[in-house]
């Protein structure tokens, strides 16, 4: 095998891209920052029991698991940093109040989870804790689009659902959370006669409410509203009836402080994680992609493994990702071309050049100039014993 070989679904992150991801970074943490979020940095890796502590089967298949030498217990390597920061604020922190977080850096996934994806996501988001009312799915839905906006991506999509809605459909027939967590996952894979098999079981009426939920999907207002539609056909229960109505607010609320022309739909069959989410679910997708290129939404209580169990919701995106789908890239940063001359004066003026915020690139003896991250438009010339930035091309003055 050839030594420079990577993993399936790994690979290197060259100049060009590396540069973009990372003023992609800085802008994302930067916005966080106004919106009064904490930068925090969690391991890479923690013992299992901590880092998996209420994780779902899923995330728990998808950690890269080994074994710690010096304590002899088993590590594993962070596939998702949202249970790391849920325990950073119910265990180190422990604030009374309310609590914003943010982070950005690399998770290890075992597989990869959607087509052409990195099985090494750059993985940057934001939670907020101690708030279970619908102001905070608000503030967060409001980051999750400047997110998006800052991205640069175009033409994006943000579907809403509510993980308690299936909960409310079934309210009173006497499901079991194992059933009703199998359901959750054929309804959220649209696998209708998988749904099917489960039903057999259960009531006629609850059969075609849970079928129902299957069809419900399509844009958040007009005539055909999917919210309306699931008014008439789900169970009038007042179960159902708080989720849709909280699902309404949201909608409304959003279009008002964000824009009316913001593209919304709802799949109110997509529940996400049984274990993980327990309230509102929103997600992004954009043309060219399979899979969604942001998630996040409500997941009360996740902290109460460590010992606090509060109100949270945030929202997760892969920078690889985003800077993948980007239309258009950025252009090269222009740069100064310098000889490579021993010149005290010189080096002082490249000095003050490049605490200015300027690109300075010495022309090194015997070596040809390849850089292609850079474009040099001006030159340093000696005119006159003094050293001068002037136009490349321009006639150096004797």
């Known amino acids: 095998m050839s030594a420079w070989l990577l993993p399936e679904s790994v690979a290197d992150v060259l100049p060009s891209e590396a540069r973009r991801i990372e003023e992609l970074r800085r802008s994302l943490l930067d916005r966080f920052r106004v919106y009064g979020y904490e930068l925090v940095m969690p391991p890479m890796l923690e013992y299992t029991e901590s880092l998996l502590g209420n994780a779902d089967a899923s995330l728990n298949l998808q950690t890269f698991k080994l074994l710690d030498q010096a304590s002899g217990r088993m590590l594993g390597l962070r596939a998702d940093t949202t249970p790391q920061v849920a325990r950073i604020d119910a265990h180190i922190l422990n604030r009374k109040g309310v609590t914003r977080l943010c982070y950005c850096g ?14 090494e996501p750059l993985q940057c988001g934001a939670e907020l804790y101690g708030c279970g009312g619908i102001e905070a799915d608000l503030e967060i839905l409001n980051l999750a689009v400047d997110t ?5 991506l175009k033409g994006y999509r943000l579907a809403l659902s509510h993980a308690g809605l299936l909960a409310a459909v079934v309210d009173g027939e006497g499901l079991s959370d194992a059933l009703i967590r199998s359901l959750h996952d054929s309804l959220a894979q649209k696998d209708r006669p998988a749904v099917e098999d489960l039903l057999a079981g259960v009531s006629a009426s609850c059969r075609l409410s849970v079928l129902a939920l299957l069809g419900l999907y399509g844009a958040a207002g007009g005539a055909n509203c999917v919210l309306a539609r699931a008014a008439d056909i789900l169970p009038r229960n007042p179960k159902v009836a708080a989720v849709l109505s909280e699902l309404r607010t949201l909608i409304a609320r959003l279009q008002e402080t964000v824009s009316a022309n913001l593209v919304l739909i709802l799949d109110l069959a997509d529940l996400a994680s049984f274990d993980y989410h327990s309230g509102l679910i929103f997600s992004a997708y954009v043309e060219g992609c399979p899979n969604a290129i942001l998630r996040g939404g409500r997941y009360d209580d996740v902290g109460a493994v460590y010992g606090r169990a509060r109100p949270a919701t945030g929202f997760s995106v892969d920078l690889r990702e985003l800077v993948s789908l980007q239309k258009v890239h950025s252009k090269p940063k222009t740069a100064i071309r310098a000889p490579w001359v021993y010149d005290t004066e010189l080096m002082a003026v490249i000095r003050d050049l490049r605490s200015q915020g300027e690109v300075v690139l010495q022309s090194l003896p015997n070596t040809a100039q390849e850089e292609e991250e850079f ?10 014993a003094v050293w001068k930035v002037v136009p490349i091309g321009m006639n150096q003055e004797k």
């Open 375 to 384: 474009v040099c438009d001006r030159q340093l010339v000696q005119a006159n």
């Open 106 to 119: 690399p998770v290890l996934h075992t597989q990869s989870l959607g087509l052409h994806t990195t099985r």
């Open 148 to 152: 998006l906006n800052l991205s640069g």
